[in-house]
């Protein structure tokens, strides 16, 4: 793990894949297309203990930012928030208790954000084009 806390989006790679998202969805793909293509081109990530969570967690809020999360990714979730194999990881990666508390507020917050209606989608930003 590279820069991390406590919070869903305190990580590098929830960052990364976030700006990924956002940067195809602006550039007019459809969130189901841009989550395909991240998830293609980041099995190692996905399918990485330490970081998996952090993938998906991402993918989610990105999904429910545009009004597009998918009933499969929000179940993935909620297992991975549910059976605490999120705290766990954090226990595994030498965390304190203080730490492990705010992680479980956070994971609860997100889960609830998750699950309530967002009112509009994102909107997408279009890049400006300046002349030099």
């Known amino acids: 793990m590279g820069n991390w806390g406590t919070g869903i989006s305190s990580n590098d790679t929830f960052e ?12 007019g793909l459809e969130p189901t297309e ?19 969570n952090n993938f998906w967690f991402a993918l989610a809020l990105c999904q429910w930012e545009c009004k597009a999360l998918e009933p499969e990714l929000l179940e993935r979730i909620t297992k991975i928030i549910e059976s605490g194999t999120d705290i766990v990881l954090w226990k595994e990666l030498g965390a304190e208790k203080s730490e492990l508390t705010k992680r479980q507020k956070a ?21 400006v084009k300046r002349k030099k």
């Open 16 to 27: 990364d894949i976030k700006d990924e998202f956002f940067e195809l969805y602006n550039e």
């Open 34 to 52: 841009v989550t395909q293509k991240l998830v293609n081109s980041n099995q190692e990530i996905a399918n990485d203990k330490e970081d998996a």
């Open 107 to 127: 994971l609860d917050k997100f889960l609830e954000k998750l699950n309530s209606e967002k009112k509009s989608p994102k909107r997408r930003k279009k890049k």
